[in-house]
């Protein structure tokens, strides 16, 4: 039976500095996403981005990460706790942890429609490039977790069962590592491979919707449900009622894609 390593969550300590490796795997999602975009600008020229776009939307982007996911974690999970006098002032305290993915792809969908209208190009175009650079950083978040021993599985008999000793001693599933896989290594893969050649305009963003939605409502199947919300409507999460607008959205959107580019293609 796998017992977890309970990794001390500060990675370096320098006096009274500490550098956690939580904060450390966001550093190594950007600077995937720099490199991997890098790549891409050089190699699949049809993005017509540049370098200094490059920088700019990972500026973008680290800001909507960081506020959206807070701001969606307060909103989605705790408001009756956060929306009082006593708690308000702690909304924006991220060092307390608590951040929500789907907030988080809010705040982003904003930033890049803020960075479209200041380069003057659509939408789409910048989302369609970022999707491929994106599941990397997931899973790097998802091993975050994992080190942290947070965002555990829900008890199994099954021999990939893992002893979480900050919970209790029943073997829960790594759901963690559910998500690194799914949600960071798979949808990587389906996205970049898809995205080696052009495409009709919305159509990678549509399929990373989908690919997320698809993973994170199936793990989550196997994660256990926050305790102070713990099952919703239908017996399912709050990670999985999020999820289902991504996926019928992405279907809506690859639907629109294609059918978009065969409409232009008769005009």
């Given at each position: 039976m796998w017992v977890?390593?309970?990794?001390?969550?500060?990675?370096?300590?320098i006096g009274p500095l500490a550098v956690r490796w939580y904060g450390l795997m966001y550093l190594v999602g950007f600077i995937l996403f720099l490199l991997l975009g890098h790549w891409r600008i050089r190699?699949?020229?049809?993005?017509?981005?540049?370098?200094?776009?490059?920088?700019?939307l990972l500026f973008y982007g680290a800001l909507g990460v960081v506020?959206?996911?807070r701001l969606g974690y307060v909103l989605f999970y705790m408001p009756d706790?956060?929306?009082?006098?006593?708690?308000?002032?702690e909304i924006l305290a991220v060092w307390k942890g608590g951040m929500s993915f789907h907030g988080g792809f809010l705040g982003v969908i904003t930033a890049m429609a803020l960075f479209a209208r200041k380069k003057h190009t659509g939408w789409l175009v910048i989302t369609d490039f970022i999707?491929?650079?994106?599941p990397l950083g997931l899973a790097a978040g998802r091993m975050g977790n994992f080190i942290n021993g947070e965002l555990w599985g829900r008890p199994t008999d099954l021999p990939i069962g893992m002893i979480f000793p900050q919970v209790d001693m029943q073997p829960r599933h790594p759901s963690q590592l559910y998500e690194f896989g799914l949600e960071g290594v798979v949808l990587f893969t389906v996205l970049w491979l898809f995205s080696r050649r052009p495409r009709p305009a919305g159509a990678a963003?549509?399929?990373?919707?989908?690919?997320?939605?698809?993973?994170?409502?199936?793990?989550e199947f196997a994660r256990e449900p926050d305790s102070f919300l713990g099952y919703l409507a239908l017996h399912l999460s709050m990670g999985q009622w999020l999820s289902l607008p991504m996926i019928?959205?992405?279907?809506?959107?690859?639907?629109?894609?294609?059918r978009h580019e065969r409409r232009h293609r008769r005009l």
């Open positions: 977890h390593p309970q990794f001390d969550p500060v990675a370096i300590a190699n699949q020229p049809w993005h017509a981005l540049t370098g200094k776009d490059l920088d700019d506020l959206g996911g706790y956060y929306l009082t006098a006593a708690h308000f002032s999707a491929p650079l994106v963003s549509g399929l990373f919707l989908i690919g997320y939605g698809l993973a994170r409502f199936t793990v019928f959205a992405g279907l809506g959107l690859l639907y629109w894609s294609y």
